[in-house]
């Protein structure tokens, strides 16, 4: 079974540009999550996708961000325009419908925003 | 709000010790607890899942239990060797599905 696929691994943009972030969780898994870890921080929950609809989004810092899950498959996070407080790793989880089996972390995505 | 706090938040020992991370949490209103452990640079792999049910979870030389009442799980590590050696996160999962991690114990074992 693949797992939960992250790309790019790294970006490193300039204040202002724009990047895309994207997760594929393992096929099958109506869950999808975002989190991300700041330099220094935790990791905080960002939001959770079910199947293609929103659950719950309280995690996302403003409205620069802007999560989608088209079709409920694969997910991207926009970041637009990008800041310097955006930089930080950016990890993607799925899971199933029941939480008996838990989450299923990606690589995660390394931005930095010079 | 859930908090998630690790002791401690480092660690080194010589190999062939055994390690015990603890993490306690605020709401003990949780359905499972999951560990993961984190490498430089590499994303969360999962070690165990303890449901809220258990007491307990083990796999091979990990061993961790919960006490939920008290708002408490340990992780311990028998025998540990250098491949040992990575950040070891704990996080409940409360309603709505969301995990709440706590800082991490960065662990060292040196050869």
């Known amino acids: 079974e693949a797992g939960v696929t992250q790309f790019p691994s790294h970006s490193v943009i300039e204040k202002g540009q724009t990047v895309t972030l994207r997760c594929d969780p393992i096929?099958?898994?109506?869950?999808l999550y975002w989190y991300r870890r700041v330099m220094g921080k935790e990791i905080k929950f960002l939001l959770h996708f079910v199947k293609e609809s929103k659950q719950d989004e309280s995690g996302m810092p403003n409205n620069r961000f802007l999560a989608e899950r088209t079709g409920g498959t694969y997910s991207t996070l926009k970041v637009q325009p990008a800041e310097l407080e955006d930089s930080g790793v950016y990890f993607c989880?799925?899971?199933?419908?029941?939480?008996?089996?838990?989450?299923?972390f990606g690589s995660g995505t390394r931005l930095t925003v010079v | 709000k859930q908090e998630v706090t690790q002791i401690p938040a480092a660690l080194s020992v010589p190999e062939g010790e055994n390690l015990v991370l603890n993490c306690s949490f605020t709401?003990?209103?949780?359905?499972?607890l999951q560990w993961f452990r984190q490498d430089p640079g590499k994303g969360l792999t999962s070690l165990l899942l303890?449901?809220?049910?258990?007491r307990e979870q083990t796999s091979g030389r990990l061993n961790a239990s919960l006490d939920k009442s008290s708002g408490r799980s340990t992780l311990y590590i028998a025998a540990s060797q250098p491949g040992d050696s990575a950040t070891y996160l704990c996080a409940p999962i409360r309603a709505g599905n969301k995990l709440t991690f706590g800082g991490g114990t960065r662990v060292l074992v040196k050869p």
């Open positions: 096929s099958g898994h109506d869950n």
């Open positions: 709401d003990s209103a949780i359905y499972n």
């Open positions: 303890i449901q809220s049910s258990q």
């Open positions: 989880a799925s899971s199933q419908e029941s939480l008996m089996y838990g989450y299923t």
